[in-house]
């Protein structure tokens, strides 16, 4: 399997909402494997460096004051394909468009508050996964459902 990471992050809201567990269900019984979690409080400036792409839109400010409000979980998963599949199960940004099925088309309301971030490509999710973690906060190890999982 050509095994890839992603970073995830439940925000302020979905912890608040009590939907941690909801959403790491998804991502497990898919087939996804867990390898790095912690509930952490980003500072606004990290918030802001997190979000810095997006630093040149109207919404950046009340967005980093968002994700600083509170605890986010933040989650390392690898798997074959979880970068792009991860943003799957996650649906659009827009939780007015996401799919039913998704966790924002299934889970949330309004897109200032879609309880979710994945990474959306394989740059971002280095940078996002070493933003997040230290090197030793991230585990290696072998699941013993991977074989039935890959084949
Ligand atoms: P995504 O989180 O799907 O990767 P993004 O990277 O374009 O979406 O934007 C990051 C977050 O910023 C998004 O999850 C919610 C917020 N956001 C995006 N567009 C917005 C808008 N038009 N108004 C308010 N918040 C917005
Ligand atoms: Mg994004």
Redesign the pocket.
Known sequence: AQMERTFIAIKPDGVQRGLISEIIARFERKGFKLVAIKLVNPTKSFAQKH?H??KE?P?FD??CDFLSSGPVLAMVWEGEGVIKYGRKL?G???PQKSEPGTIRGDLAVV??R?II??S?GPETAKDEINLWFKPEELTSYTSNQEKWVYG
Do not use: E, P
Request: hydrophobic share 35%; charged share 25%; proline share 0%.
């Open positions: 979000y792409d997006l839109r919404f009340g967005l996650i659009a940004t827009d897109v200032g879609n971030h994945g959306d």
